[in-house]
């Protein structure tokens, strides 16, 4: 699996709707603006490695956890 953008916001997004949090509020508890999160989530743009470390544990995961998924 190649890591692009689009990918690995797909991955937060469903991982996120799996918990069944609201966009607003997942960007409340990781301390992102929403339209950013919504823009990754897209992948629109290129996340930092400390806004995807916030994402992740938000998420309640290792990374090994979330870099371990068969796109």
């Known amino acids: 699996m190649e890591f692009t953008a689009q990918n690995v916001g797909s991955r937060i997004r469903t991982l996120r709707l799996e918990r069944g949090i609201s ?5 409340l508890m990781v301390n992102l603006d ?3 999160l ?9 996340l930092k490695v ?3 470390g916030k994402i992740i544990s938000g998420l309640g995961m290792s990374p090994e956890e979330f870099f371990a998924w068969r796109g």
């Open 38 to 46: 919504s823009r990754i989530e897209r992948g629109e743009v290129d």
């Open 23 to 27: 966009l607003r509020t997942f960007a």
């Open 50 to 52: 400390n806004s995807l």
């Open 34 to 36: 929403k339209s950013h």
